[in-house]
């Protein structure tokens, strides 16, 4: 385990799920397997930077660890923590325009109180995506 060489942020719904998807398929990339909200949460952050490691993916040499933690970039106090526990980290900011970003977040939201998305708002979707 080590500190993560880069790690994803970004604005909630801007893509950052499907990023890491995408990263964990080369084969020189490991993913944490969750968001950790080490840099974010006061209670994971009292853990301390060892258990902050230890939650990162074993590594060989020649691979790159990766966290995706997007919420950090809208945390207050994450940029001071990171900047603290290394300079030496990448961060990768994922950003959408905001316009798609709050319809796909209406949608995800209308999806976890309901179950399902009606056909409304499915073909709603299709037409303000697609034409």
């Not at 319809?103 to 073909?123: E, H, V, W």
Request: hydrophobic residues 35%; aromatic residues 12%; proline residues 5%.
């Amino acid at each position: 385990h080590r500190f993560p060489d880069v790690i994803i942020i970004g604005a909630k719904k801007s893509g950052t799920s499907v990023l890491r998807q995408m990263l964990s398929q080369h084969p020189l990339i490991k993913i944490a397997e969750k968001e950790i909200f080490y840099f974010s949460d006061p209670n994971r952050y009292q853990c301390g930077i060892s258990w902050y490691i230890e939650q990162m993916p074993i590594t060989k040499k020649g691979e790159l660890t990766l966290e995706k933690s997007p919420q950090y970039f809208s945390s207050r106090v994450s940029p001071e923590r990171l900047k603290l526990a290394s300079s030496d980290v990448k961060l990768l900011l994922i950003v959408r325009n905001p316009l798609y970003r709050t319809i796909s977040n209406y949608f995800f939201l209308q999806k976890i109180r309901n179950g399902k998305i009606d056909k409304t708002a499915s073909t709603f979707r299709k037409r303000f995506y697609h034409g």
